[in-house]
């Protein structure tokens, strides 16, 4: 059973940025693509940002396309998000997710993720 803990949320203001971390634990994580999600209060979740276990192919939502970048470091099983020109519609909860796909340049937003992180609350202000 692979385990998430996301890390790195909190307050800030429009304009602002911020780092999310998703750490994983009990299984190599570069046999997984990785996932970040969000919540808003009274909205669906959606996708946001996905990268392959090769880190070579990664995906994003329009809405965060050139604000937004995923990467990771399998040498410290942690993928992270960092997020640039915040507005307050990026107010959410943030989930990391990840979807095991051995070694691949495979990832889609859109895929299953088998396992997910109990989401950090990011919250940006106006």
């Known amino acids: 059973q692979l385990q998430l803990v996301e890390s790195g949320g909190g307050l800030v203001h429009a304009g602002g940025s911020l780092t999310l971390s998703c750490s994983t634990s009990?299984?190599?994580?570069?046999?997984?693509?990785i996932g970040w999600f969000r919540q808003a209060p009274g909205k669906e979740r959606e996708g946001v940002a996905c990268?392959?276990?090769?880190?070579?192919?990664?995906d994003y939502a329009d809405s965060v396309k050139g604000r937004f970048t995923i990467f990771r470091d399998d040498t410290k099983n942690t993928a992270s998000l960092y997020m640039s020109s915040l507005t307050p519609e990026d107010t959410a909860i943030y989930y990391c997710?990840?979807?095991?796909?051995?070694?691949?340049?495979?990832?889609?937003?859109?895929?299953?993720?088998?396992?997910w992180g109990q989401g950090t609350q990011v919250i940006v202000s106006s």
């Open positions: 990268i392959s276990s090769t880190g070579r192919t990664t």
């Open positions: 997710a990840a979807e095991l796909t051995g070694v691949s340049d495979y990832a889609r937003l859109k895929s299953t993720y088998e396992f």
């Open positions: 009990r299984y190599p994580s570069d046999h997984y693509a």
